[in-house]
Nanobody, 123 residues
Framework: VQLQASGGGLVQAGGSLRLSCAAS????????MGWFRQAPGKERDFVAA????????YYADSVRGRFTISRDNAKNTMYLQMNSLKPEDTAVYYC?????????????????WGQGTLVTVSS
């Protein structure tokens, strides 16, 4: 399984970005996925997760109401729509896949990881 994250960039505070995570292989549609982020000098943090079908989602308190996670199993792609971005959202964003149908906020539960895409929010 290979994951390719894209869509990062530089945006002003209050703006929006949509991240994508394209997955190779035949396991995408049967496994839960998640987004994590790592700011400079900080540990990697959970952002959002989604079940295999997309029917269940879970968000970190810091992004709930601003970010939306979704997936298109026909396209083997997961998305993260980020609205009302804040400077504190600046980080490298990683997508990850579990070997399970249910989501988790623990990064140790994820087996496959993308290379990360940088999001920079200016004030």
């Amino acid at each position: 399984v290979q994951l390719q994250a894209s869509g990062g960039g530089l945006v002003q505070a209050g703006g929006s970005l949509r991240l994508s995570c394209a997955a190779s292989g035949r396991t995408f549609s049967s496994n839960a996925m998640g987004w994590f982020r790592q700011a400079p000098g900080k540990e990697r943090d959970f952002v959002a997760a989604i079940s295999w079908s997309g029917s269940s989602t879970y968000y970190a308190d810091s992004v709930r109401g601003r970010f939306t996670i979704s997936r298109d199993n026909a396209k083997n792609t997961m998305y993260l729509q980020m609205n009302s971005l804040k400077p504190e959202d600046t980080a490298v964003y990683y997508c990850a896949q579990r070997r399970s149908v249910s989501y988790s906020r623990n990064d140790r539960d994820y087996v496959y990881w993308g290379q990360g895409t940088l999001v920079t929010v200016s004030s």
